[in-house]
C-alpha cells in the first residue's frame, strides 16, 4: 500500500527521500512524488510520476534544475490508488493552493466528500480525484503562523485513517506528521529526523525509532523532535532499537526477495523455535501470552482472526487448538468478523495472525475482540506494529522482514508458533507429558524438514515450468492439507496471474469438477498420511476428467506414483507439521510457474504488501 518518507537534515533531501521510497517499493504503489523546499522560495517544488520510482527519479533528473539548492526538508509518497487512477496528478504529494503546504497520506479519509464540498464552497480549487487532497487545503485553512496547531485542527475534522507528513515553506526544517489508524515511525539521528510509514525506510540512516500511537502528532526539526496529542499536550513515547540490518531488505544475491525469503525458511523457523521448546516437559514457554496455566485451561474458545495467507495459517491453528488442547476453535476472516457482531463468551480467547501487524481488518477484529472482553493475543512479524502494540499480548515471528508481496517465511512461522501455543495450551488441558515431549521432538525437527523441501529446488523448477502455460489449475487437499492447498492456489494465482483455486478434495465433486479437462492440472498434497487413500480417490476423479495430477507426496512413497502424472516430494513427517514442507514446495512451485511466465513476482499487479485499508 501507500508508502510515507519524509526527511529533514542537511544531507541531500531528494536522494534521502528517493532511497527511502525504493525500501517501500516492496509494500506495492502504483504511483509517486516528492515535495521539496529551496532556501527562499515561496512555493514548495513538487515532482510526480504515474509508475515507478526509477520515473520519478528521471522526473526529478528532468525537472529540478541542477543549480537549486533544495536543503532541510522534503516528504515523499508511493501511492496504491484507491480515489481515482494512478495518474500524475493523482498521485501524492498534494499541495494547498498557495502552494506553500505540502502532504502525504496513507489510509482513506471516509468524509472527504462533505470536506471538499465546503472546501470548494470557500473557494479552493481541487486538482486530484483523491480524499487525499481535501488535508492539504485544510492545512491551509487552520493555519495561523503554526504548522502543528493547524496540522491538530485539520485532522481533528477528518474521519477515516491516516498516517499524513506535511511540510510549509512558512518552516523550513519542519515536517509535522500524525497518524491515526495507519503507521508512522520517526527514526532519530543527532541531527536529522526521518519520518515514514514503515521502518525499511529509515534502517540504513539509524535504527532508533519511536513507533507514533494514534492520536500523535510529531514536529520534527533536524534531530528534534515533540510529540503531541490532539489536546496539543505533550506526550513521551519511547524509542525503540531495530535488531535487523539493512541487508535484511536486499537480494543478497537471490533474484528476487521471494525466492530469498523461501530460502531462509529453515533458518527463521529455528529462530521461532531457540529458547522455546522444553522437552523434559513436553510444553513450550511463550511469556509473552502473559497468561497462566490457570487462565488457560479456563479459555472455553479460541477465535483466530486474520487475513489471506495468515487466514490459512490460522486454519491450521485451529486444527491444532482442537487436536491438541480440546479447545473449540474458529478461524474467522476478519474484515466478517468485526461486521457481523460475533458472541465471545466469557474468558475466550481471541489470536489475531498478521505478519505485518498492520492489515485494517485484522486490526478492526482485534478492537471488537478487547471490547467484548476477550483476551487477544497477537501473532506479528513486525515488531511495534500497531496490532502487536494493541494486543500488547503475544509472540513475534522474528522472521525477519519480508518484502515480498507473496507471503512465504511468514506462514511457515506462523504455523509454527500456533503449533507451539497449542501444545502450551494443550498442556495445561488434555495433552499428557509424553505425547506433548513427542510434539516437541518434531517442531525440534522442523528446520531441517524445511531444509530438506529446499534441496529439491532443481526438481520443482522442472515440474513447475511444465505446466506453465495452463490458465487454470486447482489445488486439493483433506484435513491438514486443506489449508495447504488453499495457500498453494493463493501463491500461485497472486504472483503467476494463473488462475487457481484451492477446494477441499471431497468437495470438487459438488461443482468445480465440470471444469476439469487435459488443459487443467490438479496439484494434490497428499502426505503418506490417514487421509491418504482418501485423496487417492479424488485424484482418480480428477485422471478421469483427464486432468492432469500433480502430487505433493512423502519421500519414499511410491504407491502414489500410479495415480499421478507428476510428484513433488516432502519429507516424512508427523501430520501436525505436514502443512510446513508441502506449502513450502508450494512456494517454489508457483515461484517457478511466475518466472516462467515472465510475471513481476516481488510486486505482482494490484497487490500490496501490508493492507491499511479496508
Ligand atoms: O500482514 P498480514 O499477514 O496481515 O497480511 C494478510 C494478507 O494481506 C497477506 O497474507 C496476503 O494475502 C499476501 N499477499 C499473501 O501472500
Same mark, same amino acid.
Given at each position: ?7 529533514t537534515?542537511?544531507?541531500?533531501v531528494?536522494g ?9 517499493e516492496y509494500?506495492?504503489y ?9 532556501d ?25 534544475p541542477?543549480?537549486?539548492p533544495f ?6 509518497h ?8 494512478p495518474?500524475?496528478?493523482n498521485?501524492?504529494p498534494h499541495?494547498s493552493d498557495?502552494?506553500?503546504i505540502?502532504v502525504?497520506?496513507n ?8 470536506l471538499?464540498a465546503?472546501?470548494?464552497? %470557500?473557494?479552493?480549487t *481541487?486538482?486530484?480525484?483523491?480524499d487525499s ?5 485544510l492545512?491551509?485553512? #487552520?493555519?495561523?503562523g ?6 491538530t ?6 474521519t477515516?485513517?491516516?498516517g499524513?507528513?506535511v ?8 515536517i ?6 495507519s503507521?508512522?515511525v ?6 536529522e529526523?526521518i519520518?515514514a510509514?514503515?521502518?525499511s ?7 532508533q525509532?519511536? *513507533?507514533?500511537?494514534?492520536?500523535d502528532?510529531?514536529t520534527?526539526?533536524?534531530g %528534534?523532535?515533540?510529540i ?11 524509542s525503540?532499537?531495530?535488531?535487523w540490518?539493512v541487508d535484511?531488505i536486499?537480494k543478497?544475491?537471490?533474484?528476487h ?10 533458518a527463521a523457523?529455528a ?7 522444553d522437552?523434559?516437559?513436553?510444553t ?7 497468561m497462566?496455566?490457570?487462565d ?15 487466514? !490459512?495459517?490460522g ?5 491444532y487448538f482442537?487436536?491438541?488442547?480440546g ?9 466478517? *468478523?468485526r ?6 463468551? =466469557?474468558?475466550?480467547c481471541?489470536?489475531?495472525i ?6 485494517a481488518d ?6 471488537e ?7 487477544v493475543?497477537?501473532? #506479528? ?7 502487536a ?6 509472540v513475534?515471528?522474528h522472521?525477519?522482514p519480508?518484502i515480498?508481496? +507473496? ?5 511457515? #512461522?506462523q ?8 501444545i ?14 513427542e ?8 528446520p ?6 529446499l534441496?529439491?529446488e ?14 487454470d489449475?486447482f *489445488? ?19 504472483i ?6 484451492? !477446494?477441499h +478434495?471431497?468437495e470438487?465433486?459438488?461443482? =468445480?469438477?465440470?471444469?476439469l479437462?487435459?488443459d ?7 502426505? %503418506?498420511?490417514?487421509?491418504?487413500e ?8 480428477c ?8 502430487a505433493i ?7 502414489? %506414483?500410479? !495415480?499421478c ?5 516432502v =519429507?516424512?513427517?508427523?501430520?501436525f507439521?505436514?502443512?510446513?514442507p508441502?506449502?513450502?514446495a ?5 515461484y517457478y ?9 516481488d510486486?505482482p499487479?494490484?497487490l500490496a504488501k501490508?493492507?491499511?485499508v479496508e
Amino acid at each position: 500500500m501507500c508508502g510515507i518518507v519524509g526527511y529533514t537534515g542537511q544531507a541531500d533531501v531528494g536522494g534521502i527521500l528517493v532511497s527511502g521510497l525504493r525500501r517501500l517499493e516492496y509494500r506495492g504503489y502504483d504511483s509517486a512524488g516528492v515535495a521539496l523546499y529551496a532556501d527562499g522560495d515561496s512555493e514548495l517544488t513538487v515532482v510526480k510520476t504515474s509508475g515507478k520510482i526509477v520515473d520519478l527519479e528521471a522526473s526529478m533528473q528532468a525537472e529540478l534544475p541542477e543549480s537549486k539548492p533544495f536543503s532541510s526538508m522534503g516528504i515523499g509518497h508511493t501511492r496504491w490508488a484507491t480515489h481515482g487512477a494512478p495518474t500524475q496528478i493523482n498521485a501524492h504529494p498534494h499541495s494547498s493552493d498557495n502552494k506553500e503546504i505540502a502532504v502525504v497520506h496513507n489510509g482513506i479519509i471516509e468524509n472527504y466528500a462533505d470536506l471538499k464540498a465546503h472546501l470548494i464552497a %470557500d473557494g479552493c480549487t *481541487f486538482n486530484s480525484e483523491t480524499d487525499s487532497e481535501v488535508i492539504a487545503h485544510l492545512v491551509q485553512q #487552520c493555519y495561523q503562523g503554526d504548522l502543528r496547531a493547524a496540522v491538530t485542527a485539520a485532522v481533528k475534522k477528518l474521519t477515516g485513517t491516516y498516517g499524513i507528513a506535511v511540510i510549509s515553506t512558512k518552516h523550513p526544517g519542519t515536517i509535522v506528521a500524525a497518524r491515526s489508524g495507519s503507521p508512522i515511525v520517526v527514526g532519530l539521528q543527532d541531527d536529522e529526523t526521518i519520518v515514514a510509514s514503515d521502518v525499511s525506510a529509515i534502517v540504513s540512516r539509524t535504527k532508533q525509532v519511536i *513507533f507514533l500511537n494514534d492520536g500523535d502528532i510529531v514536529t520534527a526539526t533536524g534531530g %528534534d523532535v515533540e510529540i503531541t496529542s490532539m489536546s496539543s499536550t505533550t506526550v513521551t513515547r519511547e524509542s525503540t532499537l531495530i535488531d535487523w540490518d539493512v541487508d535484511e531488505i536486499e537480494k543478497g544475491g537471490y533474484d528476487h526477495f521471494m525466492l530469498k525469503e523461501i530460502h531462509e525458511q529453515p533458518a527463521a523457523i529455528a529462530t521461532g523455535l531457540r529458547g522455546r521448546l522444553d522437552e523434559t516437559e513436553g510444553t513450550v514457554r511463550l511469556g509473552g501470552l502473559r497468561m497462566t496455566p490457570m487462565d488457560m485451561a479456563r479459555v472455553p474458545r479460541m477465535i483466530l482472526a486474520a487475513c489471506g495467507t495468515s487466514y !490459512y495459517a490460522g486454519m491450521v491453528g485451529k486444527y491444532y487448538f482442537e487436536d491438541f488442547a480440546g479447545i473449540p476453535a474458529d478461524i474467522q476472516q476478519a474484515a466478517e *468478523f468485526r461486521y457481523r457482531n460475533p458472541i465471545i463468551e =466469557p474468558n475466550a480467547c481471541m489470536v489475531a495472525i498478521s505478519q505485518s501487524g498492520e492489515t485494517a481488518d485484522t486490526l478492526a477484529a482485534v478492537r471488537e475482540g478487547l471490547m467484548k472482553g476477550a483476551t487477544v493475543l497477537g501473532i #506479528c512479524n513486525v515488531v511495534g506494529s500497531t496490532i502487536a502494540r494493541e494486543t500488547g499480548r503475544g509472540v513475534y515471528l522474528h522472521a525477519g522482514p519480508e518484502i515480498g508481496v +507473496a507471503s512465504t517465511k511468514a506462514f511457515s #512461522c506462523q504455523v509454527t508458533v500456533l503449533a507451539e501455543m497449542a501444545i502450551m495450551f494443550g498442556r495445561t488441558r488434555r495433552l499428557s507429558a509424553s505425547v506433548g515431549r513427542e510434539m516437541v521432538r518434531e517442531l525440534a525437527r522442523l528446520p531441517d524438514i524445511a531444509a530438506a523441501v529446499l534441496e529439491r529446488e532443481a526438481e520443482i523448477k522442472v515440474i513447475a515450468e511444465k505446466y506453465a502455460a495452463a490458465e487454470d489449475a486447482f *489445488f486439493i487437499g483433506r484435513g491438514y492439507m486443506f489449508p495447504a492447498a488453499l495457500e498453494g492456489a493463493l501463491k500461485l494465482k497472486e504472483i503467476s496471474y494463473m488462475h487457481a483455486e484451492g !477446494y477441499h +478434495a471431497a468437495e470438487l465433486k459438488h461443482g =468445480p469438477i465440470a471444469l476439469l479437462d487435459e488443459d487443467v492440472p490438479v496439484i494434490v498434497p497428499v502426505p %503418506d498420511l490417514p487421509d491418504k487413500e482418501k485423496t487417492i480417490g479424488n485424484m482418480q476423479e480428477c485422471r478421469a476428467r483427464k486432468s492432469p495430477v500433480i502430487a505433493i507426496a512423502t519421500e519414499g512413497d511410491k504407491e502414489i %506414483d500410479a !495415480y499421478c502424472d507428476d510428484v513433488i516430494r516432502v =519429507p516424512r513427517c508427523q501430520e501436525f507439521i505436514a502443512p510446513i514442507p508441502v506449502v513450502i514446495a508450494e512456494q517454489l512451485f508457483a515461484y517457478y510457474v511466475a518466472k516462467a511466465r515472465g510475471c513481476e513476482i516481488d510486486q505482482p499487479r494490484n497487490l500490496a504488501k501490508s493492507v491499511t485499508v479496508e
